[in-house]
């Protein structure tokens, strides 16, 4: 993997991990009440904004990255943003993470690092 892709896919791992943490924030605001008024809530608060910024941004640079990696290898190495996320959401969000999930976790890493080193 040159450097350039290489960057491009932590900077992809990056913003998605970022758009999903800024989501998750703006979703979980227990000041936000229900139906439309939680909509609105939502709307008027910074984190939805920094998750569709985020998400923008990704689907830019997620373009820049396909378009030096074959799309079977790019899905794979993305698929490292769902650990990521998941570690992510354990510290910042308190969730948990049951045996089945870091079970996951390691199969998931173990897949990445294989695609990885297969270039």
């Known amino acids: 993997m040159s450097p350039l892709v290489a960057t491009l896919w932590l900077v992809n791992v990056t913003l998605d991990t970022c758009g999903q943490l800024a989501f998750k924030a ?38 820049a990255f396909l378009s030096w990696v074959d799309l079977s290898q790019g899905v794979l190495l993305a698929s490292i943003n769902i650990v990521v996320i998941m570690i992510a959401g354990r510290f910042l969000f ?4 049951t045996p089945l999930r870091v079970g996951g976790i390691l199969l998931v890493s173990a897949g990445v690092a294989i695609v990885g080193m297969s270039g």
């Open 26 to 63: 703006a979703a979980s605001d227990p000041r936000a009440g229900d139906g439309v008024a939680r909509w609105r809530y939502m709307a008027s608060r910074p984190w939805i904004w920094l998750g569709i910024l985020a998400y923008v941004t990704h689907l830019l640079s997620w373009i």
């Open 94 to 97: 308190r969730e948990k993470l």
